[in-house]
């Protein structure tokens, strides 16, 4: 079976991928994630995974299949991406604050013969956010490193009135959807489960 490599710091896909029972080992793949001039935000992330793929891979030597996923909180068609300081993360849960908006993830595969991907969007509901409570979630240190200021895994939560769509894709990776690309590239899910044959007692 194909070797996994996940071009990813995140340790939430690193979670996702480990629950659905994929054995995987995780490499750097820097990328300049600017988006280009008009580019639409479902090009933009998956651009950013094709492009994660494909760094990831250039730094192996011998055969490997390569994943590169990236994800985006768009509101109004406007990307909102991770928070550059306080202010702009306040900035960002305020728009964001009884409002619904989308998270776009993609996900791409690579082995250096063929490169495939995709983008699943979801729909996510706010509630209000009031200013003070938006100050104490920044404290937490939560939104720092989060697209869009928030984890909907974390204490983010709590804002979250509905969802439409993928949950994991929220979270960074949407498992159905990845489970079927890895089938594509040889890559079976489940690895970790051990098999045991129920014993039947002789009649």
Avoid at 105 to 132: N, P, W
């Amino acid at each position: 079976m194909n070797s996994l490599y996940l071009a990813s710091g995140s340790p939430r896909r690193r979670e996702l991928l480990t629950q659905i029972g994929v054995p995987f080992s995780v490499i750097s793949a820097p990328i300049d994630e600017t988006p280009l001039p008009g580019e639409s935000a479902p090009a933009y992330v998956e651009r950013l995974a094709r492009a994660k793929a494909a760094a990831g891979l250039a730094s192996l030597a011998g055969q490997a299949v390569v994943l590169g996923a990236d994800t985006a909180v768009v509101l109004d068609g406007r990307i909102l991406g991770k928070p550059e300081n306080r202010e702009a993360a306040l900035a960002m849960l305020a728009d964001l604050s009884g409002r619904e908006h989308q998270v776009l993830t993609a996900v791409a595969l690579d082995d250096g013969q063929r490169v495939h991907s995709l983008c699943v969007t979801s729909k996510v509901s706010f509630r209000t956010i009031g200013a003070d409570e938006a100050q104490r979630y920044w404290a937490s240190g939560e939104p720092a490193d989060k697209a869009g200021s928030y984890a909907i895994q974390g204490l983010g939560a709590v804002f979250v009135t509905g969802l439409v769509g993928s949950y994991s894709a929220v979270v960074g990776l949407p498992l159905s959807e990845t489970a079927d690309l890895l089938g594509q590239f040889g890559i079976a899910c489940w690895q970790s489960l051990v098999h045991t044959p129920e014993v039947t007692n002789p009649q």
